[in-house]
């Protein structure tokens, strides 16, 4: 637990006698959620002088204070708002102790300034070790480097609104720095981290996407009993692809062809993920769909209501008069798979087409289906075992759960896909970052904002950030050990390292080229000082 300090807000209710004395007030609370507005600083003589309360009240020599039993107290943070020389945005101060006894006092200072492209205003890796050497009389200092690259961001789609939070970028560290802003050597260690949302236009999955999106507006309906129809994935309408379909099945006395046309196969083969070319030899296409699935790739363009009833009107009538003896794969629990099989034996039960039933009847083959394109995927690349999505197409637990679940798997696929084309990653790591997808689903909801780990090597993904700029460099300058460890950080940033000053003194954050160039990054240039002060 920590404290965190900052300007107490202004209450529209407020006294205004009280109001004046709104510079004094102080809001403490445990990491305060991020307020839309914005938090407020405090001004830096005002910080200093809590930071000195702060340490008085724990200091062991201040007999005068008659404290009879000291409390260490948590660390204390205070946002401040940059108003001295220094461009101060935090104080902080943590109690060193031994057991439960106070010993000291360490202090932590964070400059910030910003942004500018000028690299004359970077820091000198040698000054700054040589000041961490005379601030804290050492004579050997070590030094640990960070950087992080952006490899993937979705960019903005033209016409939508909203931008996508996808965002693949790789953290990267390392022992002994040569120079500021030096790409990290290949031995050092690497984490790819993963956040990425569905629907983006551009992915090559994108039609299944669409195709998950009607059955989840299906589970809606279910729930609800009002159902908003999406715009249908087919230009032709879903009675008429219907009819078709059953007039094809009725001209052939084995029922078991899928069609003699060949272009018609290749076109159900696809109906499965409608995918392009460049995830063709990543995404199987299964030749496999059995009636009630080819049904679905026919019935997921269904616009309205009335329509659904139509189709499958027509689908009861035709086992009902044994027009049709469709296969169906085995295993399948559906309303209409039990009329299928039912069906075999040449009486069907009467099912009413009414309330929710189609809905329902209609959702189920679409889960079946799309159970298996996922489960196709996954252990057609080998990437995971019938066993280990077990859990993900389980039957055992409602519609609603199942759908959730299907949910999951296709941000897991989307996950897949994105690393196998846009950075050509390959079994070996396509396998462990898939375990640690069905791992944190296993245990959590979906959570498309969620960011996912995998540790790699910095070859693996060198020729996407060689050549570019880092979102953000920083080094450690270290001395001591254990308590008495003090550590210098530098940093530069592409985004602003603290929330409280870009909202209240953007005047700091103006932006500056280099020779009115604008190609050069634009940097936020950060310093994290610390000192400790010893009671005994």
């Not at 480097?145 to 790789?170: M, Q």
């Not at 669409?210 to 159902?227: D, H, I, N, P, S």
């Not at 076109?267 to 699935?293: H, N, Q, W």
Request: charged share 25%.
């Amino acid at each position: 637990m920590i404290y965190i300090l900052q300007k107490a807000r202004h209450n529209d209710e407020s006294d205004p006698a009280e109001e004046s004395k709104a510079d004094d007030a102080i809001y403490a609370s445990e990491l305060l959620p991020k307020e839309s507005s914005g938090p407020v600083a405090l001004s830096v003589r005002r910080a200093k002088q809590l930071i000195s309360l702060y340490t008085m009240v724990q200091n062991p020599n201040m007999t005068d204070l008659k404290i009879s039993d000291l409390i260490v107290l948590p660390p204390l943070w205070i946002r401040c708002d940059g108003s001295d020389p220094e461009r101060t945005c935090w104080l902080g101060a943590e109690p060193l102790k031994a057991g439960n006894k106070i010993t000291g006092i360490n202090f932590y200072m964070v400059t910030c300034d910003g942004p500018t492209a000028d690299k004359t205003c970077f820091a000198n890796l040698e000054e700054l070790k040589t000041g961490h050497k005379m601030k804290h009389h050492s004579s050997v200092v070590m030094t640990k480097g960070f950087a992080r690259y952006e490899l993937i961001r979705a960019a903005a789609i033209e016409d939508t609104i909203v931008e996508s939070e996808s965002n693949i970028c790789v953290d990267i560290t390392w022992n002994t720095v040569e120079k500021i802003l030096e790409t990290p050597p290949l031995i050092s260690a690497a984490t790819l981290n993963i956040t990425l949302e569905s629907g983006d236009p551009r992915s090559p999955v994108y039609q299944l996407y669409r195709e998950l999106q009607f059955l989840l507006a299906l589970a809606e309906g279910l729930k609800t009993g009002v159902t908003e129809w999406p715009e249908p994935l087919e230009s032709e309408s879903a009675l008429e692809l219907v009819q078709e379909f059953l007039t094809d099945l009725k001209r052939k006395l084995d029922g078991y062809c899928i069609s003699g046309n060949s272009n018609e196969t290749e076109k159900i083969k696809c109906d499965t993920a409608a995918v392009d070319s460049s995830i063709k030899s990543i995404f199987s296409e299964r030749g496999d769909l059995d009636f009630a699935e080819q049904l679905w790739c026919k019935m997921r363009s269904v616009s309205s209501y009335q329509e659904l009833i139509e189709c499958f009107t027509l689908i009861i009538k035709s086992l009902e008069h044994g027009e049709i003896q469709p296969w169906i794969h085995q295993g399948s629990s559906s309303l209409l798979s039990n009329l299928i099989q039912q069906s075999y034996h040449g009486k069907i039960e009467v099912i009413s087409l009414s309330g929710i039933t189609p809905i329902q009847m209609l959702l189920e083959i679409g889960l079946d289906k799309m159970k298996k394109d996922y489960v196709s995927f996954f252990i057609g690349q080998e990437l995971a075992t019938l066993t280990s999505l077990d859990y993900f197409i389980s039957t055992s637990v409602d519609l609603q759960e199942q759908v959730h679940r299907v949910q999951k798997l296709h941000h897991m696929l989307e996950i897949m896909v994105s690393c196998m084309v846009l950075l050509q990653f390959k079994h070996e790591n396509l396998f462990p970052l898939t375990q640690i997808c069905m791992k944190y689903y296993k245990e959590n909801p979906l959570n498309e904002k969620h960011v996912f780990q995998l540790p790699i090597r910095p070859a693996l993904v060198k020729k996407f950030y060689q050549n570019d700029h880092p979102e953000i460099w920083k080094v450690d300058i270290s001395s001591g050990h254990g308590q008495r460890e003090v550590k210098t950080t530098w940093q530069v940033s592409t985004n602003p390292p603290v929330e409280h000053m870009t909202s209240n003194n953007t005047g700091l954050f103006s932006d500056s080229t280099v020779n009115g160039s604008s190609e050069e990054r634009m940097y936020f240039i950060t310093m994290a000082k610390c000192s400790q002060v010893h009671f005994t």
